[in-house]
């Protein structure tokens, strides 16, 4: 429907535009003129095409960079509220369970002399790390209670427009949905047996390497943009078995 009215519109301004160059003709006649009229019209045709190609390339490029920006600005905000909510308690949770965990110490310790590069390489060898979740090291319930509570909040971040651009982090959050939906349909967690033990590791496994992954870019964001927001976060670092919070 909007392209037939645009297509309506087109014509109508190129029609009127051909009676006023009639009429221009039929009221101003004269060769001389006639040649100055083309010549005119000719500048005006490309001075067009540049004003379109300014207006197009130049222009549109730029809104769109800056709308970019302020979507990944407001982005961001919501990650840095995840984290502080949910984010990194879940993820301090999962990773005492973490069987490997020894391996990350050396890989996943940010600190203020990280670059690009080094960002890189730990992203590499996180994807590259083998989990082996062993859930009796960690706290069901604890992470159940956590998952349960904070539900609503995950849900409503699912419905936050600024992360429709964001797919890994949205599967991160129906990841962490999902596990904390499996753990609040059991009764009981004492004495799972160890079939089921196995597939609530791997809901586990699945919302751990996704959470990590993700928190290593929220931490990259931080040292850029927020200094004393990504000392607190190394200094809280639940890769880092040396991390204290208090500052010595």
Same mark, same amino acid.
């Given at each position: 429907m909007r392209f037939r009215y645009e297509v309506l519109l087109l014509i109508t301004l190129v029609g009127l535009a051909g009676v006023l160059f009639a009429l221009r003709w039929a009221l101003f006649p004269g060769t001389e003129f006639h040649s100055e009229m083309w010549r005119f019209l000719l500048g005006d !045709? $490309?001075?067009l095409f540049l004003q379109v190609a300014i207006v197009t390339v130049c222009i549109d490029r730029l809104m769109r960079a800056r709308e970019r920006q302020a979507?990944?600005?407001?982005?961001?905000m919501v990650i840095g509220a995840f984290f502080s909510e949910v984010g990194s308690q879940v993820l301090?949770?999962?990773? !005492? $369970?973490?069987?490997?965990?020894?391996e990350l110490h050396r890989e996943l310790v940010p600190t203020g002399a990280w670059k690009t590069a080094d960002y890189g390489a730990a992203k590499r060898f996180l994807a590259q790390h083998k989990v082996l979740m062993d859930l009796t090291a960690c706290d069901l319930k604890g992470l159940k209670a956590v998952l349960v509570e904070e539900k609503r909040f995950l849900l409503g971040l699912l419905g936050n427009?600024?992360?429709l651009e964001h797919e890994a982090f949205s599967e991160l959050l129906w990841a962490l949905t999902h596990l904390g939906e499996e753990l609040e349909i059991r009764p009981s967690l004492e004495g799972i047996p160890p079939s089921d033990l196995a597939h609530l590791a791997t809901d586990a496994k699945r919302a751990y390497t996704q959470l990590a992954s993700q928190w290593l870019d929220y931490v990259r964001h931080l040292q850029t943009e927020?200094?004393?927001l990504f000392s607190l976060a190394v200094r809280s670092n639940p890769f880092n078995p040396k991390a204290d919070p208090v500052v010595h």
């Open positions: !045709v $490309a001075f979507t990944l600005h407001k982005l961001n301090g949770r999962l990773a !005492v $369970a973490d069987a490997n965990l020894a427009q600024s992360l927020y200094p004393f």
